[in-house]
């Protein structure tokens, strides 16, 4: 199978465009090794194994339902039944291994779960063999009080399990289940568990042109692995192996022509297939804003001169940006929050941009203002592209 592009889209007016870009590879010649366990599952871990993650969105997707739980007892993926890929989004499992075992939250028993333990922190903080074996049996103690441990699997290292058994070798006959793997293959070990493994030869990158129909000003991919660089004729995207990433897409479009997307290697014309619900109005300033935000000289030299002729615009920006109206939405789905993640990321550039340029050419009119005597700077600067690949037209901004 060859690779192959889809996108589905969703346009406003003539001049934006955002949506999902898909590459699906070709699998080369190779072999699936089948997963172990048939079955929904449930699997809780700390962030010390985020790894996981990774080696899990590459294996093959399986029908079955895996729900991922941190260590604090909070759910933050779920890969659904009959899936086409293992996609975690852009979620990220920040929770710690507690001390003691017990002081894990975990969901309420159901389908089968397994806790990955790849550390044991409270264990290490105790230094003679009489201490870590009071320790274990009071840990596990408690333990069975807040959870059925004959429902509960675990997956651990051979180093940790090893440690245990010389210790307090009855610790790991109260679990359903344990399975062991050497501390540097553990990620790996559990995604064939759950998942199984393609092994295949290495995929190499493709490349991909797209054209619009016009001239493309800004880009923004929200996948870092998906590397774009917008060239006046369309875009250039490379990606290795299957990826999927959602995008915006600004284009210069002055006569208003009907926008066709357009995969140039293929010849195959998209159709919009997406909606997305969002207000003309702030979409309008979004078109706007980045308009403005590409006027902005990049020479301090010629920025008095341009905020002399733009005053209003400088002054709406720094101080009534119609941009704000991105900071309080809520209730979007993915691509539409991508929409509203580049509306506040511009937002800030802009300001910071024209607070600095200001500072430079006037300091001392400035002074008053940084001291608080106007309006306080945003908190952090969201700089377009310090998160995803961004790629701008290569011409004057």
């Not at 999902?20 to 871990?45: H, M, Q």
């Not at 596990?140 to 180093?159: A, I, R």
Request: with cysteine; charged share 15%.
């Amino acid at each position: 199978m060859a690779t192959s592009v889809t996108i589905s889209y969703d346009a406003f007016g003539a001049q934006l465009v955002a949506g999902t870009f898909r590459v699906t590879a070709g699998l080369k010649n190779g072999v699936t090794i089948p997963r172990t366990i048939e079955d929904s599952s449930r699997i809780i871990y700390s962030s010390d194994l985020n790894t996981f993650t990774r080696l899990i969105e590459a294996a093959p997707p399986t029908p079955d339902k895996i729900e991922f739980y941190d260590t604090m007892g909070s759910r933050f993926c779920t890969l659904a039944e009959h899936r086409k890929l293992n996609t975690f989004g852009s979620v990220t499992n920040t929770s710690t291994m507690p001390n003691l075992m017990s002081n894990i939250q975990f969901p309420e028993p159901g389908m089968p779960t397994y806790l990955v333990m790849s550390s044991y922190p409270g264990l290490l903080e105790c230094a003679s063999q009489a201490a870590k074996k009071s320790f274990l049996q009071q840990d596990m103690e408690l333990l069975e009080l807040k959870y059925p441990l004959n429902h509960l699997s675990v997956f651990t290292s051979k180093g940790l399990y090893d440690e245990i058994m010389e210790i307090e070798p009855t610790f790991w006959t109260t679990f359903k289940e344990v399975l062991v793997a050497p501390q540097f293959t553990l990620a790996a070990f559990i995604t064939e568990y759950l998942c199984g493994r393609y092994v295949t030869e290495k995929v190499s990158n493709s490349t991909h042109m797209l054209t619009f129909g016009s001239k493309v000003l800004t880009a923004q991919f929200f996948n870092s692995s998906v590397k774009a660089i917008a060239r006046n004729e369309g875009i250039q995207i490379s990606a290795c192996g299957t990826v999927e990433t959602n995008f915006i897409v600004f284009l210069e479009n002055p006569d208003e022509t009907d926008i066709v997307v357009t995969d140039k290697g293929t010849g195959v014309v998209f159709q919009p297939t997406l909606m997305w619900n969002m207000e003309p109005g702030m979409l309008h300033s979004l078109i706007a804003a980045n308009k403005f935000y590409r006027r902005l000289p990049t020479n301090d030299h010629q920025f008095q001169e341009f905020t002399t002729k733009n005053s209003s615009d400088v002054v709406q920006y720094m101080f009534y940006s119609p941009l704000k109206v991105f900071d309080t939405m809520k209730g979007l789905n993915e691509l539409e929050q991508n929409i509203v993640t580049f509306g506040r990321g511009l937002r800030l550039s802009i300001y910071n941009k024209l607070n600095q340029s200001l500072q430079m050419a006037n300091p001392s009119s400035v002074s008053t203002f940084a001291w608080g005597g106007g309006p306080p700077a945003p908190q952090a600067d969201l700089m377009l592209g310090r998160q995803h690949s961004c790629a701008l037209a290569s011409n004057d901004m």
